[in-house]
């Protein structure tokens, strides 16, 4: 499959809000409990410093998105932050990669000099060694710091790659 990186527009969000919906649903990944609808979803796609999404270059199907915006604010505000969501049955064709390594020339665009993950879940394991492979730092462990969907605590990893 030959992926394309874009700019998210409303011609997405039906798709956008299927695929993020889908992670939250699973509870192994993201923060969130709620799915996104059509209104929350434009809002907090259009909302964010940037929102891309990965296309099939040959049939223009959605198939994963990021979010990028700051980690923080005023003397932190050059720290951003990102998330990823694939397609269920897309994950292991290397989409997830294409989303990072996009976010990572799309954070220095935007001008962020830092681009941190604040709670990457322990036991996502791909996305643990993806981040690795693509020079991200590990900061540290926070124990019990997700709460899965299933109740149980898993670790999360702070992690950080520099944009400058």
Request: glycine share 10%; hydrophobic share 40%.
């Given at each position: ?18 695929i ?49 915006h700051p ?19 897309l ?26 993950f ?8 791909h996305a643990?060694?993806?981040y ?9 462990t ?9 109740g ?13």
């Amino acid at each position: 499959m030959n992926i394309e990186v874009r700019a998210y527009g409303p011609e997405d969000l039906s798709a956008a809000c299927a695929i993020w919906n889908r992670v939250v649903e699973d509870g192994m990944a993201f923060p969130q409990t709620e799915p996104l609808d059509e209104e929350s979803g434009q809002v907090f796609f259009a909302g964010q410093s940037f929102t891309g999404v990965a296309a099939d270059a040959e049939t223009g199907q959605v198939v994963g998105l990021y979010i990028l915006h700051p980690n923080n604010v005023g003397r932190c505000g050059h720290i951003c932050n990102a998330s990823y969501a694939v397609r269920a049955d897309l994950r292991g064709q290397h989409i997830g990669e294409t989303l990072v390594r996009h976010s990572l020339e799309k954070g220095r665009e935007l001008g962020f000099r830092v681009l941190q993950f604040n709670a990457v879940v322990c036991s996502n394991v791909h996305a643990l060694r993806l981040y690795e492979k693509l020079g991200f730092v590990r900061l540290g462990t926070v124990p019990g710091g997700f709460r899965r969907k299933d109740g149980i605590y898993d670790d999360i990893v702070l992690m950080y790659h520099p944009l400058v």
